[in-house]
């Protein structure tokens, strides 16, 4: 039988690699949460600016006797 210089991986290394490798996954998982969390913001408050400037454009109508419509 031929000599290895390599040793075989032991179960605390495997183990201390599979915690590593479950990590980054959970960070990346973590990460494309945020930003999925940043869209929802950016589109709720364009709803908001929209649900508002007709709210405006709805009083000033009125406001003016319908003469803004």
Do not use: F, H, N
Request: with cysteine; charged share 30%; net charge positive.
């Amino acid at each position: 039988q031929a000599e290895t210089s390599e040793k075989a991986p032991t179960l605390v290394d495997v183990t201390k690699e599979t915690v590593q490798q479950s990590g980054a996954t959970v960070k990346k998982a973590g990460e494309k949460i945020g930003e999925a969390g940043q869209t929802v913001g950016e589109a709720i408050k364009s709803s908001g600016q929209a649900v508002g400037d007709a709210a405006k454009k709805t009083w000033r109508c009125i406001g003016s006797g319908l003469k803004e419509c």
